[in-house]
C-alpha cells in the first residue's frame, strides 16, 4: 500500500466502454503503488464538481486526467502519464518525439471521435439526453 493516501493521477474513463474498461483493468493490476485513481464517468454519481469540472459532455468526448496539483491532462498525455506511473512509461515516450508526436494527437482525435461508434454505443448526444446529464442546444426552427 502506498504510503500516501492521495493518489497522484485521477483518471476519468467511460465504464460502458468496453475497451476503456480493459485499458482501466490493465492499469489497475500494474498499479501495485496505488498511485491512480479510477473515477467512471458513466456512473449515475459522476460529479463534475468533484472532478475539475469537466462536465460528462467533456469527459465522453475524450480522456481526461487530473494531477494531485489540479492540472487537468487531455488526449495521449493522460496515457503518457498513467504509463509512468505504473513503470511502463517508455512505451509512450515516443509521442512526445516531435515527428510522431503530431501524428499520434491526429489517430487519438480520430479514435475519440468515433469511439462510441467503434463500440457499438449511443451517439454523445442519445447518451447525454438518457442522463440529463448535458445540455444539448438545438439550432433547429
Known amino acids: 500500500m502506498n504510503a500516501s493516501s492521495a493518489a ?3 483518471l476519468l474513463f467511460d465504464g460502458g466502454c ?3 474498461v480493459r485499458e482501466v483493468r ?4 500494474r498499479d501495485r503503488a ?9 456512473a449515475q454519481d459522476y ?8 462536465g460528462y459532455r467533456e469527459a465522453m468526448g475524450r480522456i481526461h486526467a ?5 492540472t487537468v491532462l487531455r488526449d495521449v498525455a493522460v496515457f503518457r502519464e498513467a504509463y509512468r506511473l505504473i513503470g511502463l512509461g517508455w ?7 516531435p515527428l510522431i508526436s503530431p501524428i499520434v494527437d491526429r489517430i487519438y482525435a480520430i479514435w475519440a471521435a468515433r469511439r462510441l461508434q467503434l463500440t457499438g454505443r449511443p451517439d454523445l448526444d442519445t447518451l447525454c ?3 440529463n446529464a448535458c445540455r444539448v442546444s438545438s439550432t433547429a426552427d
Open 8 to 10: 497522484q493521477l485521477t
Open 47 to 54: 460529479n463534475p464538481s468533484a472532478h475539475g469540472e469537466i
Open 129 to 131: 439526453n438518457d442522463r
Open 91 to 97: 512505451l509512450y515516450a515516443p509521442t512526445r518525439w
Open 34 to 42: 496505488k498511485r491512480i485513481r479510477f473515477v467512471d464517468i458513466d
Open 26 to 29: 490493465f492499469l489497475e493490476r
Open 18 to 20: 468496453p475497451l476503456c
Open 66 to 70: 487530473i494531477c494531485l496539483d489540479g
